[in-house]
DNA sequence: ATGACCATGTGAAGAGTGTCACAAGCAGGG
DNA sequence: CCCTGCTTGTGACACTCTTCACATGGTCAT
């Protein structure tokens, strides 16, 4: 069963929401609650949960406590994710050390830098390793995710060298188009142009 | 002229991919060679552009030169943005320090938190000020952005707060849906579900 | 047990987006 | 001057995604 991509970022917006509902001891909830309460779309959650069968009980809504481990499994968010991050920068760090991305499904395991100064810090729970050992690094701490958080001008290489060291996908920060492997997903995430985009949307004013 | 998303998504970059190539000296593209270098769509790109007018010349290509600042006055990026960042962690230096935030339309001119341990830090140009006085730096950096890097609980209050001190969007990197301001336009980036959308997609094993 | 009520699940309509193929048009050489 | 070759700009098509409205089917009180 495949997901289309905004229905799936909308998935993990609904688990988040019905976590934060479960925290608050709500137990059940409708669609249109929801909608109201996260700023969503009741039919829209209607049916992107009815893709995959009949969760909720007509008349009452669904139930929190049954949907969140629906949704994980669902995700394939019901295991654990090793990821390493290469380029300990701010950007690198802010991963390793969040506890948003160490908490939950995903754990960084590993850290490399080319930066000597970087090498041999103790970021969260590994030491940064340098960044010629990246293929030993990712095979030793067994990492199936890649964060490329490195200048444009070697994204590229280091997401061969990930894929090659056995990776199953890498989310890229880096300000680039690089060619994907068959067989190792990529996921763009560029900073900058969501500034770009906010700025096209500010209210116009002649100052 | 209003641009779509997905569109205004291309646009910046395409604005990108064309100042890569005029570093490298390169004078005119076509958009069959521009898709091939980029890894995008040659019609689609044709497509974008001709919706602001007639830019390449037929037979020939687009004038990179020519095209940039067409193009960066279109997306609104012929000015100097300020930015305010809302709590200094990993992230939120980031944004200060990182040179491809800092260059170009983008300057981070001032950033607050309420960790004690930061105020008073030096980031890039300026001092770590306390929450507190949000407001009172806010408007005297005349920052005309904000950027929330503040865990999910103090998001919405912030966001507020900025609005009321008369910044005109906000680009939020917590994990939270806020409710907006009419007039002060909100982008909500959120890593966690990059990461989550990512693992959805990786090649499915049974380890 | 029965009826009123309520929320789900869903088919159909509508809006928006991407793709394709081709006519229009410019450059350069003969 | 004319013809070939190349690339843009664009109208039509196909597809996806979203919204709407309603029938289906449970729950709860009487």
């Known amino acids: 069963m495949s997901i289309s991509p905004p229905t799936l970022n909308r998935l993990c917006l609904y688990l988040r929401s019905l976590k934060r509902l479960q925290e608050d001891g709500v137990q059940q909830i409708s669609s249109q609650k929801l909608a109201e309460r996260f ?31 629906t949704l994980t499994s669902i995700l394939r968010l019901d295991r654990r994710y090793r990821v390493v991050v290469v380029g300990m920068g701010n950007l690198g760090r802010a991963f390793a050390s969040h506890p948003g991305f160490n908490r939950g499904p995903f754990v960084v395991v590993a850290g490399v830098d ?30 199936e995710i890649g964060v490329l958080t490195v200048p444009a001008h070697g994204a590229q290489e280091n997401y061969e060298r990930l894929a090659k060291a056995g990776v199953k996908g890498v989310l890229n920060f880096a300000p680039t188009r690089i060619r994907t492997i068959p067989g190792v997903p990529l996921k763009d995430v560029d900073l900058r142009i969501y500034l770009e985009e906010l700025a096209y949307y500010l209210p116009f004013d002649d100052s």
């Open 39 to 69: 700023h969503l779309s009741a039919a829209q959650i209607r049916k992107d949960l009815a893709h995959f069968g009949a969760f909720g009980v007509r008349g009452v809504g669904y139930q929190v406590d049954e949907l969140i481990p």
């Open 114 to 143: 080319s930066d000597p100064a970087k090498i041999g810090e103790t970021v969260n729970d590994f030491v940064v390793r340098d960044s010629q050992f990246l293929e030993e690094v990712t095979r030793e701490s067994g990492a």
